[in-house]
């Protein structure tokens, strides 16, 4: 007798035997039991999850002689030959090589015809969406109204595809990945009937290896059946699949964290010497980091990880090198090294490049921290502007003590000598009552208030800093730059634009600008107040006219 491989000597007989869709069992076994079976089905999902499978399953469960059964006997004539792929009411057609619409205009001359022996004629297209759109045109018209005693079964990798026509007349059921713990217990119960001398960590490999296809894990164990004599380990699987050990994702991690860039390409180049695939290198690492992130941030990770206790506890030890910010940042490196190598034939040196900014990078401070910082600097500022104010004042007035007194009560021309730092003070909270502010000048005061003069066409100046926060913020500026506790008050006054436009801030004098206006024997142009709050702000110029230096 010739050899059969795993896949189709383990193959699943009935529908208790599919691992890891029961979601799909359940509905296919209650729609029998209730007499409810549709007439057309599409089953989606990746490879090797049991699509095809189930569909001659669900055949033989609608075909058997004692059905329509949830329970197929796998003995009378009908489930023999739907076995053995000899059924000639069961078609299997292979969507890839028939797909054009004489292969579909056949098929609508052959659904006339009752089946031959069984109850239903049923018709498994596999890899579906690869059928011509002329070929689904004419598909469409049988699919939509069947003769009773056909049922359509779709399978395909990619339903999207499939025209939305031929979705919305198919119950659609999707296939998910096999869980690596489904796909472990049963190589393992293949490798006890099969007596292979192969140990749990090996067949661990392979089930992670497989990513969710039970087909590709059982043909990896069959070809490993044959790779040794005596007991195969997790080396031998390594080696035979070309797959990353650990201990060149350790050697790397190891040389990141101490941010050795040498020891880094040392191991590359032992990787490129022994051949081994450079993307598939950087996808361990990539999953390595992830391990070691989980690590790190899980207090139970042992459910996160498909590892043995010795390897979590590595990777526990691997994640005291790095901060959660570093690990992070390593990943996204990985992940972008991906990218760059599509992009080159010399998949080397986007790796080496990686490993070498990685190992050395400087500290990566993370969000919490940088926030933190900025908040600290916010708070100093203010503080350190006072400083600076303050000693600016005192070189202005030639004293040689640091911290000058403060202003006296009354003494107009100190407080105007200060009073820059004061404008500054408040922009440096909040830059627009600073910037209105900066039109004010203080024309009097006297032991409970400081009053501030406007000029007249900065009437929308005053008002807007009228309000009580406003108000707030400036008697703030002046308790913390000057150490007067004044209450402000605000004036419109025709001599400010004389007394001290000059001096504040830098900005024109509004009366002079005027007189030279008129000595030119140009017209005075007035400037709506919203407007020119909106020049003084963001630097700019009404057109025809010089722009002011100020804010960029």
């Not at 392979?206 to 007991?231: N, P």
């Amino acid at each position: 007798m010739s050899y059969i491989v795993f896949a189709r000597k383990y193959r699943p007989q009935g529908f208790d035997e599919i691992i890891g869709q029961s979601h799909i069992t359940t509905i296919l076994k209650n729609a029998i039991s209730q007499d409810r079976v549709a007439h057309a089905y599409l089953f989606t999902g990746p490879r090797g999850v049991g699509k095809t499978t189930t569909a001659r399953i669900f055949a033989k469960a609608l075909n058997c002689e004692k059905g329509p059964t949830i329970k197929p006997c796998n003995t009378c004539t009908a489930c023999q030959e739907i076995t053995k792929a000899t059924s000639l009411d069961i078609l299997e057609i292979d969507g890839a090589s028939n797909r054009g619409i004489d292969e579909i205009r056949n098929l609508r001359e052959n659904v006339k015809f009752s089946p031959s022996k069984g109850k239903f004629k049923i018709y498994i297209i596999d890899e579906v969406h690869m059928l011509t759109p002329e070929a689904f045109n004419a598909l469409l018209k049988t699919l939509e109204e069947p003769p009773p005693h056909v049922k359509f079964i779709f399978a395909t990798t990619q339903p999207h595809k499939v025209p939305s026509t031929i979705l919305s007349r198919c119950q659609r059921f999707d296939f998910r990945r096999i869980a690596t713990r489904d796909i472990l217990g049963n190589l393992k119960q293949i490798a006890k009937e099969e007596n292979i001398g192969i140990k749990d960590e090996a067949l661990g490999l392979i089930a992670k290896y497989s990513d969710g296809s039970l087909r590709d894990a059982q043909v990896t164990l069959d070809q490993i059946a044959s790779f040794s004599s005596g007991k195969v380990g997790e080396d031998d699987v390594t080696r035979m699949l070309g797959l990353v050990d650990d201990e060149i994702l350790f050697g790397l991690s190891g040389a990141i964290g101490k941010k050795d860039a040498h020891l880094a390409l040392k191991i590359i180049d032992r990787i490129s010497n022994e051949g081994k695939d450079i993307v598939q290198v950087v996808l361990a690492m990539i999953e390595h980091f992830r391990n070691i992130a989980i690590i790190k941030v899980a207090s139970d990770a042992g459910p996160l990880i498909d590892a043995g206790s010795d390897k979590i506890e590595a990777y526990r030890q691997e994640s005291q090198k790095f901060t959660v910010e570093e690990i992070l940042y390593v990943i996204y490196t990985m992940s972008n090294t991906i990218d760059f190598i599509r992009k080159t034939s010399l998949a080397r040196i986007p790796l080496e490049a990686a490993v070498v900014k990685l190992a050395r990078r400087d500290s990566i401070v993370g969000l919490a921290q940088m926030a933190g910082k900025v908040e600290a600097l916010g708070k100093e500022t203010p503080r350190l502007q006072k400083t600076e104010y303050r000693e600016q004042s005192t070189e202005n007035r030639a004293q040689k003590t640091e911290n000058a007194p403060p202003a006296k009560p009354g003494n107009l021309d100190e407080i105007a000598d200060s009073w820059t730092a004061v404008v500054n003070y408040v922009k440096s909270r909040k830059i627009s009552v600073g910037s209105y502010l900066q039109e004010g000048y203080p024309v009097n005061i006297d032991a409970k208030s400081i009053c501030i003069g406007f000029p007249k066409e900065c009437q929308f100046h005053k008002e807007v800093l009228e309000s009580a926060e406003n108000k707030r913020l400036i008697e703030d500026a002046i308790k913390g730059v000057l150490n007067l506790g004044l209450k402000v008050v605000l004036t419109v006054s025709e001599d400010v634009a004389i007394k001290g436009r000059g001096q504040n801030g830098g900005t024109e004098d509004a009366a002079g600008a005027a007189e030279l206006a008129d000595a030119a024997g140009e017209p005075k142009k007035e400037v709506d107040p919203i407007i020119k709050s909106a020049l003084e702000i963001f630097g700019g110029a009404v057109a025809g006219e010089p722009q002011k230096r100020g804010r960029p």
